[in-house]
C-alpha cells in the first residue's frame, strides 16, 4: 500500500503535489518522492526516508521545476523499509527519460528478474519491484517505437505488452520526458486511481490522478472518474487526455482491506463511499454480536481511533448501547499497522493510545476495531482496558479473521504472523486477552462494501484464500514467506 499523484498543470505543480502527498500520507510513514519535469524534458527528483513534512525542506522544493510532476509516499511491502535507494520514483535514462511511481505489488518478480536480466539486458539495482516495472515499461515503450516521435498510440501498445508480462497489483503514474504522463491500472484494478481536471484562466484545463478522490476534493478538481482495470490514461504536454483499454479481458475486483482500513473514509474508490461502507460494516457487525455475546455483558461501546469509529458508532445505535470514546489518540503517532517491525508496532500502541480511566472503570465494554492483523495492537489495547478498570472487555473486528497472507500491495506476507492462522475465534480470544471475541462474516463484509454499487466483486484474499489474479500458488506463498524470514 502506497499514496501516488501525478499532476499535469499550466504552471508549477510541486506544491500541489506537496499538499496532496500530506493528504495521501496515511498510506506510507516509510519514505516520499516528488518528480517533475520542465517543457524540455529535464527532470527534478528528490526523495528521502521519513514522512513528507521531514523529508522536503524549502530548497528542496525550489529545485523541482516544471508544469508537470508526480509524487509517492511508501509503505514498505517489498525490498528494505530502511532503504532509500528503494524509495520511489524511480528513473529509467530510455527510451526518452522515464519517471514512475507505483502502487501494489508484483507477483512474479523472479520470472521478470530474469527476464530482464537475460533477455531485455536491463540492470536492477535494488530489490524494489517498481524497479521491475519501470524497466519492463521502458524496454516495451522502447519495442513500440516505430518513428522519431512518440504518440499515444505506441505507448498504449507498450502498455498492452506489460499486462502481458506482469502479474500482480499495480496502479502506476510515470513521467515520459518532452511527452506527458501516464497513468495505468492492472487489469483486475485492485489498487485504486481516480482521474480529475480543473480549468485555468486561459481556458486549458490541469489534469489529476491519484490513489484516493480526496486529494481531487481538496485541490478543486472535478471528479472525472476512476480509471478502469487494464486501461491506461496518458496525458500529453497540451493538456489533451488520451485514454484506451490494454487489457486483454478486464475485471473490476478492488481490494477490500481498502474500505475495511486503508482509504481515508472521506474518499471514494471506485464508485463506494468508504465512510458509508464502514458504516454498513457496522450495521452487520452489531448482528453478529447480538447472536455471539450473551445479554448483559455489554455495558458502553468504543471504538479504536481512528478508522473503526463509522462501524462502532453503528454498533451502539442498532444494539442500543451507549457509545463512549475511551480511548484518547495521539495525532504525532503514525499508523501501527503500518509501521516496520513488531517491536516498533508494540512500542507505538501505548504512544499512541491512552485510556480514561473514568470511561472504563467497573465497565463491560466492547471494543470494536477495524480489523486484526498480526494481534499485536489488539493485546495491548485489550490490557489497556483492563489496566483502566474494565470490567470486562468484548473485543469486536468489523472485518472478517485475516487468516491468509495479502500479496497485492499490504504487508501480511506470512501467515506466521496471523493472530488467526490455525486458531479458532476462542483461541484468538485467549491469545489476545479478551472475555470474548467477535468477528464480521466474510459474506457480510462483501456484502455491507457493496451494496448499492456497480461492483460485483472483491478481493478477500487476505479473509478468503482466494488470489483474484489465479497466478498465487502455494509454491509462490512460501517463497514469499521464506524471503520475509530470511
Not at 511508501?74 to 528494505?80: D, E, L, N, V, W
Not at 475485471?251 to 461502507?277: H, Q, T, W
Not at 453503528?314 to 451507549?322: C, T, W, Y
Request: contains cysteine; aromatic residues 8%; charged residues 25%.
Amino acid at each position: 500500500m502506497c499514496g501516488i499523484v501525478g499532476m499535469v498543470g499550466q504552471g508549477p505543480v510541486n506544491q500541489e503535489i506537496y499538499d496532496a502527498l500530506l493528504l495521501l500520507q496515511h498510506r506510507g510513514q516509510d519514505s516520499t518522492g516528488i518528480a517533475t519535469a520542465e517543457s524540455n524534458g529535464v527532470f527534478h527528483l528528490f526523495k528521502a526516508k521519513g514522512q513528507v513534512r521531514e523529508a522536503f525542506r524549502t530548497r528542496d522544493m525550489r529545485g523541482l521545476l516544471g508544469d508537470i510532476g508526480l509524487g509517492h509516499v511508501r509503505y514498505a511491502t517489498k525490498g528494505t523499509a530502511s532503504s532509500e535507494e528503494e524509495a520511489q520514483p524511480f528513473y529509467v535514462n530510455a527510451p526518452y527519460g522515464i519517471v514512475l511511481v507505483h502502487n501494489g505489488n508484483l507477483t512474479n518478480t523472479r520470472e521478470l528478474t530474469d527476464e530482464l536480466f537475460h533477455t531485455d539486458r536491463r540492470h536492477l539495482n535494488t530489490s524494489s519491484d517498481t524497479e521491475l516495472l519501470v524497466n519492463v515499461l521502458a524496454n516495451e515503450l522502447q519495442s513500440s517505437i516505430s518513428g522519431i516521435e512518440l504518440d499515444p498510440a505506441q505507448v498504449f501498445q507498450a502498455v498492452s505488452r506489460v499486462h502481458e508480462r506482469v502479474e500482480g497489483s499495480y496502479a502506476a503514474i510515470a513521467l515520459i520526458a518532452g511527452y506527458g504522463l501516464l497513468a495505468f491500472r492492472d487489469p483486475f484494478g485492485i489498487r485504486p486511481l481516480i482521474i480529475g481536471t480543473r480549468p485555468t484562466e486561459n481556458g486549458r484545463y490541469e489534469w489529476i490522478v491519484t490513489s484516493e478522490s480526496l486529494v481531487l476534493e481538496n485541490g478543486g478538481f472535478e471528479i472525472v472518474r476512476d480509471v478502469l482495470p487494464g486501461e491506461a490514461v496518458f496525458i500529453d504536454l497540451e493538456g489533451h487526455l488520451h485514454t484506451q483499454q490494454c487489457a486483454a479481458d478486464p475485471k473490476l475486483v478492488p481490494c477490500s482491506f481498502e474500505y475495511v482500513y486503508l482509504a481515508r473514509p472521506d474518499s471514494v474508490m471506485n464508485g463506494i463511499s468508504v465512510y458509508e461502507a464502514r458504516l454498513r460494516l457496522g450495521e452487520r457487525l452489531a448482528n453478529t454480536i447480538a447472536k455471539y455475546t450473551p445479554k448483559g455483558t455489554i455495558d458502553v461501546v468504543m471504538p479504536i481511533p481512528d478508522s473503526s469509529r463509522p462501524a462502532a458508532m453503528q454498533v451502539a445505535r442498532k444494539l442500543g448501547i451507549e457509545y463512549r470514546e475511551g480511548f484518547y489518540k495521539n495525532r504525532y503517532i503514525g499508523r501501527t499497522f503500518i509501521m516496520p517491525g513488531q517491536a516498533v508496532r508494540k512500542k507505538s500502541v501505548r504512544q499512541k493510545l491512552n485510556a480514561m480511566s473514568s470511561e472504563f472503570k467497573g465497565k463491560n465494554v466492547l471494543l470494536i476495531d477495524d480489523s486484526i492483523v498480526r494481534g499485536t495492537t489488539s493485546k495491548e489495547i485489550i490490557q489497556m482496558a483492563r489496566d483502566a478498570g474494565a470490567k470486562s472487555v468484548t473485543f469486536a473486528s468489523a472485518a472478517p479473521p485475516v487468516r491468509y497472507p495479502h500479496v497485492y500491495g499490504i504487508n501480511m506476507p506470512s501467515r506466521h504472523e496471523l493472530v488467526a492462522h490455525g486458531r479458532t475465534i476462542p483461541e484468538i480470544a485467549q491469545e489476545l486477552g479478551a472475555d470474548y471475541m467477535v468477528y464480521q462474516e466474510v459474506e457480510d463484509l462483501k456484502a455491507a462494501i457493496l451494496e448499492g454499487s456497480d461492483v460485483d466483486d472483491l478481493d478477500m484474499s487476505c479473509f478468503d484464500g482466494r488470489y483474484v489474479t489465479g497466478t498465487v500458488t502455494e509454491e509462490y506463498l512460501a517463497w514469499v514467506e521464506g524471503s520475509q524470514e530470511s
